[in-house]
């Protein structure tokens, strides 16, 4: 689940990246992180990134499966896109219009997390 949730990330990342230089040029990597890390268009992502640096604690944790449970129902609750929602949801359903990629990954994430955790 880890892999498949990092690959998300990553493909939701390069997608913004070409929205974002679209707009304003190309950007070096560097200029990119940091636009990454401080612009407010790009802010949406910060749900999804912290989410994963949580689950990447809690699975380090011994007898940490309550706190994965938490993470997986948190990682499943965000990862639902709604055009008509709000903040990531809404952004996310745009993202998944824009690019394949982000379809694909998407359904790679959503397989890999556990069923047998209860919502």
Not at 12 to 38: H, K, P, Q, W
Not at 72 to 89: D, M, N, S, T
Request: aromatic share 4%; with cysteine; glycine share 6%.
């Amino acid at each position: 689940m880890r892999r498949e949730l990092l690959d998300l990330h990553r493909t939701l990342v390069d997608s913004e990246r070409r929205e974002y230089e679209r707009e304003r040029g190309r950007l070096t990597d560097r200029a990119f992180l940091e636009a990454l890390i401080g612009a407010p268009e790009l802010a949406w992502l910060g749900p999804l990134t912290s989410l994963i640096v949580r689950l990447e604690e809690v699975l380090e944790e011994p007898a940490g499966d309550q706190a994965v449970q938490d993470c997986v129902v948190q990682i499943r609750k965000l990862l639902r896109p709604a055009a008509e929602g709000e903040g990531f949801q809404r952004k996310y359903a745009e993202a998944m219009q824009r690019s394949p990629d982000v379809v694909v990954a998407h359904g790679r994430a959503i397989r890999a997390l556990p069923t047998d955790v209860k919502n």
